[in-house]
Structures are given as C-alpha cells and as structure tokens.
C-alpha cells in the first residue's frame, strides 16, 4: 500500500440517532394528513359538487375579531411543541461506539461487539464451561461486566479470564474497565 492512500485523519465517531429523527417522522403524518385535507378542498372548491368544506368554519372563526379561550391554549401548545422540537433538533446525540487504536484506520466498536468478544475470549480460557458479557459505553470509557461459569476451586480461574479478555480487548482505546465475576458449575446447573 502507498503511503498517499493512507488516511490522513480518523473519521468521526458513530453516536446514535438524534432526537429529532422521532419527532421528524410524527411531523411528516402531520403533514401528509394536511396534505390530504387541502387537496381534498381543492376538490370541494374545484368539482363545485355542493360538498361542504371541512375547513371553511375553522377560517371564519379565524377571521373574526374575538379571541376564544381554545386560541390561547392553542397557541401556547404551538409554543410548547416548537420549544420541544428546538430541543430535538439541538440536543446531543448519545456515544455508541469506542475507538480502536490503530495508526491506519478508523474503527470503531459498539457495546455488543465488545460483549460478544468478552464472552467469546473467556469460553475459550481453560477450565471455563459458559461465559456472558455485558458491556456499557458511556463518555469515553467501555466497562466490561464478564460472567464466566467454571470450577469454583480453581483459584486461578477468574484471574485466567481477566487476562484473557483484557489482551483481546487492548485495542480499545482507552482501555476498557473489565469486571470478572465467576460462578460455581453447580449454581448453573440448579438454576436451569
């Protein structure tokens, strides 16, 4: 590979979806239902086939010079849902993935891939018969929770699978806070 096809720098981190692609997708029926009323009033108004207009009474009570008490309220829920959807729009986005280090590309890991790998490194550890992982990203930190089922009295055992999870995951940058927890072969057993 030449060095002029390297990358230059690392791209940015993936992050879950933003707020406002919910509110976006609820604002879009809104607006394909409105879309619907007003051509169907451009239907009434065009075909001249005596139907009555849905929204002929809404525009009178518009355009006339009192204020009802249903406008105040109305408006103040135009205000509240603008203020909402200005949230939406503004808010940040939750981090999902940590970084592996690597001087060539940029690659990134979400909590269940690093999970999965846990889970995969500690079945392989001697003396290990079942493991699971739950793995948690917040900041910029991964903590790794390893439950690995095996021997009880092998006293080496837990020390074993952390060794083993912590090489596979050294990539990560920062190093992850990995937490073993061992369980008795028996205590599976009777809870199955």
Known sequence: MSESSLPVGFGQRPKASP??????????????????????????????????????????????????????????AAILIGLILLWAACAPRKRTHVRIGSEDASMWLRAVDIARVASATARRVPGTTAARSRARISKDQARITVTATGDADDAQLKERVTEAVTAALAAITPAPDITVVLEDEQEEIANV
């Open 19 to 76: 707020p406002a692609r919910g509110w976006t997708i609820i604002l879009g029926v809104v607006l394909l239902v409105a879309a619907v009323v007003v051509g169907r009033e451009a239907w009434v108004v065009g075909a001249d086939e005596g139907a009555a207009s849905w929204l002929q009474p809404f525009i009178d009570v518009m355009s006339s010079p009192e204020i009802h008490g249903w406008m105040l309220v109305a408006g103040g």
